[in-house]
């Protein structure tokens, strides 16, 4: 049982270039998360998906996409990179996005710097 | 958009007990979370409270709650070096499972 795996666990980009963080789960949880975490700063999160199917904007989802591939994946795209989007991005998933005190399990993050 | 605070700094001596406060403006939050990162790794949950209690107590971590205040705490007892970590705070926001995260207080046991 490997829980929430990410990939990569780092990456340097160029301004303007565009990549996709992948995020994958194991627990055949229905909601899943992406999180950025910024120095000094609580996580904020970007998107998430409520279930298989459906994506939801959150607090700064400006310069992102997402895509909930199927039950176990959820990946994040930068289209055209910035240096405001140098991070630590977190992936996490639940059970369900519903209030039931839903415990929320986090990936080992991707150290993003973008020069 | 709701908020939650907490001091950024703690620092204890190996033994003594450690208390960590955190406070949020949300007062339809039902759940809130205690989490731990140790660094370089992702958050890892130590406990939760559901909004109805007032304490909860799970081995050395007491959660104290004060819904009127908003005003959150983590005890934890008997403070080891391998507590060395930072404490986030964070109660589900919305009416779903979103979590609003203060900025983390970073725990410093020494000798």
């Known amino acids: 049982n490997a829980g929430v795996t990410q990939t990569p666990k780092f990456q340097v980009l160029k301004t303007g270039q565009s990549m996709t963080l992948q995020c994958a789960q194991d627990m055949n949880h229905n909601s899943m998360y992406w999180y950025r975490q910024d120095p000094g700063m609580g996580l904020r999160l970007i998107y998430y998906s409520a279930s298989e199917g459906t994506t939801d904007k959150g607090e700064v989802p400006n310069g992102y996409n997402v895509s909930r591939l199927n039950k176990r994946e959820f990946s994040l795209r930068l289209e055209s990179a910035a240096p405001s989007q140098t991070s630590v991005y977190f992936c996490?998933?639940?059970?369900?996005?519903?209030?039931?005190?839903?415990?929320?399990?986090f990936g080992p993050g991707t150290r993003l710097t973008v020069l | 958009g709701e908020d939650v605070e907490q001091s950024l700094f703690l620092s204890v001596r190996e033994g003594d007990s450690s208390v960590i406060n955190c406070t949020y403006t949300d007062s339809s939050s039902t759940y809130l979370y205690w989490y731990k990162q140790e660094p370089g790794a992702g958050l890892q949950l130590l406990t939760y409270?559901?909004?109805?209690?007032d304490m909860k107590q799970d081995q050395r971590l007491t959660v104290l709650l004060n819904k009127k205040d908003k005003h959150l705490s983590l005890r934890i007892a008997d403070t080891q070096t391998g507590d060395s970590a930072i404490y986030f705070c964070a109660p589900n926001s919305g009416g779903y499972n979103k979590l609003i995260f203060g900025a983390g207080t970073r725990l410093a046991v020494h000798p």
């Open positions: 996490a998933s639940s059970f369900s996005a519903g209030t039931g005190g839903n415990e929320q399990f």
């Open positions: 409270i559901f909004s109805n209690m």
